[in-house]
């Protein structure tokens, strides 16, 4: 008797194990936080909607991070910044579901809950990751991993070649298959100081005339700032007629309409002035940056150095005689 019954105890809590399991999964596919486990930094639970809520305080320290991070600094610098290990900070502003998404055991759901990082921030990203892992090992050149070939697309690699210090198509080094794109490329092999002084020559020269950072950069005139800031005070003016009109009981129900398109309108605008106002600060800090270059850059560290381009440098695409150098365009 006792071994039947241990075998349908055994039997109950497996079901109820498995009833568990589905109520879960239940919740996530409905957008709701599948509870249980750690709440995810930037949010708050909300027992009673069973959503998560985004903690106003932890968003903008996301954010930060976030910044920083696009901006060149590791998560080893931001441990120090934050106090927190670096491993958990790459937890958090990595985390899927600040997009709005529930995760669960592999899949993805889109949840009730706000998203606190759009898709394209979350894009930048992970290519971030991706390029700061595929060149942690490979920093020891100036431009490591940024020269292109112009002729098969490959990269570049430097090589020590005696006393001198070369760069040529990865096409052409035949024991790492796995980099070739054309094996029949014979693109140019350079000098790497040839490649090196084109780029500082570049930099330097916008250093030297702002016109050119700014055509480069593509910095947002005023009037385009004007003109979003104009249209946002119309609308804003609309709407406060239109709750005027609902507040006389004039056509309600058309009013609450135009005043919906309107609030999504305003919602639109106020981020176009923000993202715009964001990126000609980030270009006026390069370009604060570019200003003492010339006189500053035989002081830095090769770090400082690295760090500026990858700032500012794409890439740099080889083709014969020619080097086209190509900028971060925000």
Known sequence: MIGILSVFAQLERETILERT???????????LWRGGGKIPYAY???????????????????HNMI???????????????????ES??????????????????????????????????????????KMRSKTRTERHYLLSGKIYCGKCGAKYRYQKWGKRLICYCYS???????????????????????????????????????NLFRTNYKLTEVNVLE???NRLIKVQKQIENLVNFIADDIAVEVTKK???????????????ISDIKSKNEKNI???????????????MTFDEQRLIIEHIVDKVIVTNNNIDIKLKIS
């Open 21 to 31: 399991r589905i109520g879960i999964q239940k919740r996530a596919e409905s957008g």
């Open 44 to 62: 708050d639970y909300d027992s009673t909607l069973g959503i998560l809520v985004p903690n106003k305080e932890r968003v903008e320290k996301l």
């Open 67 to 85: 910044s920083l991070y696009l901006d060149g600094l590791s998560f080893n610098k931001l441990e120090s910044i934050f106090g927190m290990d």
């Open 88 to 129: 958990l900070i790459s937890q958090i502003i990595l985390n899927r579901t600040n997009l709005g998404i529930v995760p669960y055991k592999g899949q993805e759901f889109k949840g009730q809950h706000e998203a606190v990082v759009t898709e394209e921030t979350y894009n930048r990203l992970i290519e971030t990751v």
């Open 172 to 210: 052409q080094q035949k024991s790492k298959p796995k980099f070739i794109k054309d094996p029949n490329c014979q693109n140019k092999r350079w000098d790497s100081f040839e490649i090196e002084d084109a780029v500082l020559e570049c930099l330097f020269a916008m250093a030297l005339d702002e």
């Open 227 to 229: 003109k979003y800031e």
């Open 258 to 272: 135009k005043l919906e398109n309107l609030e999504q309108e305003k919602e639109t605008l106020e981020k176009e």
């Open 285 to 299: 800090n390069k370009l604060d940056i570019l200003k003492n270059l010339q006189s500053s850059w035989f002081n």
